[in-house]
């Protein structure tokens, strides 16, 4: 892992641990995450599996979909194989 992805990696890991049970406790059972593994845990295993750029516009996709009217539940990173996969034959031919 190169410099720039330690430095992304320590910094969710300080939201993780620092920052995010703050909102916990501020926004009750309304903030708990809605998918497994949590934001935090997705964005990290994006940034480690597809670098930087990659895993960061995963992450932020992940974020889009995390509101009030998603369900949320299991959403795994997909492998750079599954990725390049989905890439080929879109989205549907994925699930």
């Not at 969710?12 to 703050?22: D, E, F, G, N, T």
């Not at 501020?26 to 940034?47: M, N």
């Not at 960061?56 to 009030?68: D, E, F, N, T």
């Not at 539940?73 to 997909?78: A, C, H, I, L, T």
Request: charged share 20%.
């Amino acid at each position: 892992m190169r410099a720039r992805e330690r430095i992304a990696a320590a910094a969710l890991a300080v939201y993780k641990y620092a920052v995010s049970p703050l909102l916990h406790a501020v926004t009750g059972a309304s903030g708990a995450c809605r998918f497994h593994p949590t934001c935090s845990e997705y964005a990290a295993l994006a940034v480690s599996e597809h670098g930087l750029v990659r895993g960061s516009l995963m992450a932020a996709g992940r974020l889009l979909r995390c509101h009030p009217f998603h369900r949320g539940g299991f959403d795994p990173v997909p492998s750079r194989e599954e990725q390049s996969f989905i890439r080929r034959t879109g989205p549907a031919s994925y699930h």
